[in-house]
């Protein structure tokens, strides 16, 4: 029997890339949710177009306005429940990820909950160099979570992913912006999912990509995902889900 599984990219303003991405990810994967996180440069009209000519292949959400990278992800996860999907697959809609490459996370997602690509496991003849900042950051905050929640990450950030439904069903995940990855970690550490990492290449195409106002700052960024990371913490532990040997960062456990 087929396995059901949804490839799901979360899409703000990307009409250069938004038609070639699809034709692409139609070729791997049998049904695809585009979520429209409240477009302004044409994306709506033509996402609206590409669902009217393949419905029975194109599946589209429109946010009515911009509400973020976490809450695009969110609608697409409850798709995934309520359309009864074995699970879902989740790449970004501005080229830096290869569609070719949605079998081997759904191969991979037999023998784990979540599969998570990883820009630093293997490299690639052609791979970008990542700009200073957004390694420096990853690094700290990949690290960080390894410590605290026993992960053996390499990439905390990486938008391609494979989620089984069942790993969807008993997290929590509120986190609406691009700190909802650090969210995810302390959720899938307090269900105690299974976690695997498969080698995806480094591809950067937007080197001046913006985080949202004062997160375009380095240390600011990094600053407030502690702060999430934190907070994540704090609330699974309050509700028995991590023990307190689970540290905050202003706490000194042991």
Same mark, same amino acid.
């Given at each position: 029997?087929?396995s *059901?599984?949804?490839?799901?990219l979360p ?5 250069n ?14 049904r695809?949710?585009?979520?429209n996180?409240?477009?302004s ?8 177009a590409r669902?009217?000519?393949? %419905?029975e ?6 946010? &009515? ?6 809450a695009?992800?969110?609608?697409? #996860?409850q #798709?995934?429940?309520?359309?009864n999907? /074995?699970?879902v ?8 990820h290869?569609p070719?490459?949605? &079998? *081997?996370?759904?191969?991979a ?7 998570s690509?990883s820009?630093y ?8 160099? &990542?700009?200073?900042?957004?390694? #420096?950051i990853?690094?700290?905050?990949t $690290?960080?979570?390894?410590?605290r ?6 990439? $905390?950030?990486?938008? #391609?992913?494979a ?8 997290m ?6 691009y700190?909802?990855p650090l969210?995810l ?5 307090a ?9 995806v %290449?480094?591809?950067?195409l937007?080197?001046?990509?913006s ?5 375009d700052?380095?240390e600011?960024r ?9 907070e994540a913490?704090?609330?699974?532990r309050s /509700? ?6 689970v540290?905050?960062?202003t706490?000194?456990?042991?």
């Amino acid at each position: 029997m087929k396995s *059901r599984w949804l490839t799901a990219l979360p899409v703000f303003n990307e009409v250069n890339y938004v038609d070639d991405v699809l034709d692409q990810v139609l070729r791997y994967s049998d049904r695809v949710l585009v979520v429209n996180d409240g477009s302004s440069d044409g994306t709506t009209e033509k996402l609206d177009a590409r669902k009217a000519a393949q %419905p029975e292949r194109i599946d589209v959400l429109h946010h &009515p306005q911009n509400r973020g990278y976490g809450a695009a992800l969110q609608s697409a #996860f409850q #798709f995934t429940l309520d359309n009864n999907y /074995e699970g879902v697959v989740t790449l970004d809609c501005d080229g830096q990820h290869q569609p070719h490459r949605i &079998p *081997r996370f759904i191969e991979a997602a037999r023998t784990a909950d979540i599969v998570s690509g990883s820009r630093y496991l293997k490299k690639y003849e052609g791979d970008d160099e &990542p700009p200073a900042e957004r390694m #420096f950051i990853n690094r700290r905050i990949t $690290a960080d979570l390894n410590d605290r929640l026993g992960f053996s990450l390499t990439d $905390a950030f990486c938008g #391609f992913k494979a989620y089984r439904a069942d790993a969807l069903r008993v997290m929590r995940i509120t986190d609406e912006g691009y700190a909802m990855p650090l969210q995810l970690w302390v959720e899938a550490a307090a269900a105690r999912l299974s976690v695997v990492e498969v080698p995806v %290449p480094l591809i950067y195409l937007d080197l001046d990509r913006s985080f949202g106002g004062s997160l375009d700052h380095a240390e600011t960024r990094l600053n407030y995902y502690n702060q999430v990371i934190d907070e994540a913490i704090e609330m699974v532990r309050s /509700e028995g889900r991590l023990p307190d040997t689970v540290c905050l960062r202003t706490q000194s456990c042991g």
